[in-house]
């Protein structure tokens, strides 16, 4: 594991050491160095240094490039314009560069100085109800924050904050009382497990039937809130119930993870369930330190800034009048929870940008209670919602909540259809399209959520996911896959990197991508940013089309030549699996 300094940051170091020099009142200043099309990097920063110390920019910039140790990194460098920098890197720094990367387990990407304990909320469905798109969005850019932060060296903790408490759950175990075969496993072999789908199924008709006894029957209505009561006073076999139900839905939700090739391990789950324990404490601390103050009867947390539209301020809501906690409370134990028991230094939150205002208030709660300081911090990851084609919340078309397993099963077919429309070619076997298809299913799904910034809103559009050409994964994995195909038919051929070479300019401007991949990962995540590991990623390959047309690999001019292309190539290929995997999607080795 050794980690490579990126040619931008060698390039950066040099030119601040010569700013610094030149300059000495300027202290340790940025260069601000950029990529650029002008050259292969442009500095910046010298113009408004210049101002400040009242130089002409151009003179300064002058004195920098002859001050500048070069360092057989800098090839060429040229004062442009009113007192910019344009920096070309040599040749064999970026072959050498590449080659130190190539030769490390970790494509050279450091091990952060600064990593703490990172707690993340992510993938958090309902017990007794299906699973939406909006789930998707939690579970997906979740998954891939958890591996970024990882990959960085974060010590991750995962918490599936799954909804498995309230006062719906006295209907259904009232219900369920009185018609105690409803859960049954139906299938007439009991060795056989039983489905997601079965378990959904049965928990559906369950909520339908006890749903509509609620409404029509005033005395079920009666039993089932004093259920509420028994299952909040902790009566076992109300507990028992309720128990039945959690696990009958981490069937279901077990499933769609898998369908989703995505491991979700039972001791992250800690459900809404998890903290009740902890609540009548939470409010203690609240109300004992002045941060929550009775109203009417609840327990408040008052904010300067958030009122309703009648002006009147919008409390959070700790405790009900009635006694009873809430969404709020389960919240703020949960981070007494975390950040004490957990010892967590940040708290991620990837949920819906719809509940921004209980996160806004929670977090301020928290820092007030002294929960949250200047060395924890908590932040929304907070991703926005999935579109239909007509550009309105995602709807089937008798304006139901589409459900989460159809979706993927349809995008597993389109894919399957795609692989084998290709898979002679690709010298594929049936087995192969099936796995293929799902890789590229799934993939896509998760490539389309993962490619937009998580904040905006995104359409779910099929068509586009599966096509192609364009920001696609399909287009990342067949990226990918023929590299390998390459490899493959010049199996006898090792790559090696020759340093001596000269670099035709696709090369050099993919060399020059790939060496930014530590910085890259460094960036995404620093900013929460999964969107901007993809498109890198889509930027890679695109670097990848242009060398394919400038530089041909089988046919390359000489035997060092074709060494060295199948050393940049084989680098690519690896950087894009690793890119792909941590954002939680497969790369076949055909396609
Ligand atoms: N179960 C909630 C929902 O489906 C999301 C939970 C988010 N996490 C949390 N700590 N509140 O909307």
């Keep these: 594991m050794a980690s490579v300094p990126s040619l931008a940051s060698s390039v950066d170091q040099r030119i601040a050491a010569a700013l610094a020099s030149a300059l000495p009142e300027a202290g340790a200043a940025d260069p ?16 408004a240094l210049a101002k400040k110390a009242k130089a002409n920019p151009r003179e300064l910039a002058t004195t920098v490039v002859a001050g500048l140790d070069k360092g057989g990194v800098i090839e060429e460098i040229e004062v442009s314009g009113p007192g910019f920098l344009n920096i070309t890197v040599a040749d064999r720094a970026i072959v050498e560069t590449l080659a130190a990367r190539a030769a490390d387990d970790r494509l050279g990407v450091p091990v952060s100085e600064t990593a703490g304990t ?3 909320d992510y993938a958090q469905p309902n017990v007794a109800k299906e699973m939406h798109v909006g789930h998707l969005r939690s579970a997906v850019i979740g998954a891939a924050m958890v591996e970024i932060l990882e990959f960085t060296g974060e010590t991750v903790v995962r918490r599936h904050h799954i909804g498995d408490w309230g006062t719906q759950f006295g209907m259904l175990i009232q219900y369920l009382l009185e018609h105690p075969h409803e859960l049954d496993h139906k299938a007439a072999d009991e060795s056989v497990e039983e489905s997601g789908e079965e378990a959904m199924s049965n928990l559906n008709r369950l909520y339908k039937a006890s749903r ?22 902790g009566d076992e076999q109300t507990l028992a119930l309720w128990q039945r139900f959690v696990d009958e839905s981490k069937i279901y939700f077990y499933s769609v993870f898998d369908k989703l090739d995505m491991d979700i391990q039972d001791p992250d789950i800690v459900g809404e369930s998890g903290y009740n324990d902890m609540l009548v404490e939470t409010c203690r601390l609240l109300e004992e330190s002045g941060v929550a103050v009775r109203s009417e009867g609840a327990l408040c947390v008052f904010f300067d800034d958030i009122k309703g539209p009648d002006g009147n301020p919008t409390p959070l809501i700790v405790q009900k009048s009635d006694g009873g ?20 230094n940040s708290l991620v939150y990837v949920v819906d940008a719809r509940q921004s205002l209980h996160f806004k208030m929670v977090f301020e709660t928290a820092r007030r209670a002294g929960w949250l300081n200047e060395d924890t911090h908590a932040y929304q990851l907070a991703f926005g919602t999935v579109l239909g084609a007509d550009g309105k919340p995602f709807k089937t078309r008798e304006g139901e909540t589409v459900r ?11 894919a399957t259809a795609v692989v084998r429309d290709k898979a002679d070619k690709a010298g594929l076997t049936e087995q192969e399209i099936v796995e293929n298809g799902r890789y590229v299913g799934i993939g896509a799904v998760k490539y389309a959520d993962l490619s937009t910034s998580a904040s905006r809103d995104y359409k779910f559009d099929l068509d586009q996911m599966v ?6 994964s399909v287009y990342l994995q067949y990226a990918y896959a023929r590299i390998r195909s390459i490899q493959r038919r010049l199996a006898g051929v090792a790559p090696k990197a020759h340093p001596e070479l000269p670099l035709a300019p696709a090369e050099r401007a993919m060399g020059l991508h790939l060496d930014g991949f530590g910085e890259l990962i460094a960036d995404a995540a620093k900013e929460y940013a999964p969107h901007k590991l993809a498109a890198y990623l889509y930027q890679l390959a695109s670097h990848l089309t242009a060398f394919y047309d400038q530089c041909p690999v089988m046919k390359a001019d000489t ?33």
């Design 212 to 233: 509509a006894k609620f409404d029509s029957d005033e005395e079920f209505k009666t039993r089932a809130r004093a259920r509420v009561v028994d299952l909040q006073a």
């Design 404 to 414: 989460l397993v159809d979706l993927l099963d349809e995008a597993v077919d389109r």
């Design 325 to 344: 906690f809430g969404y709020a409370a389960t919240d703020l134990s949960a981070i007494r929870d975390r950040v004490g028991n957990l010892k967590a």
């Design 559 to 591: 035997p060092e030549q074709q060494e060295n292309r199948l050393f940049l190539i084989d680098l690519t290929a690896r950087t894009l699996s690793k890119g792909m995997s941590l954002l939680g999607i497969r790369t076949p080795e055909k396609l």
């Design 32 to 47: 601000l160095l950029r990529r650029s099309d002008r050259a292969d990097f442009q500095a910046n920063g010298i113009l």
């Design 467 to 472: 096509s192609l050409n364009g920001d696609t």
């Design 118 to 120: 990172t707690v993340i």
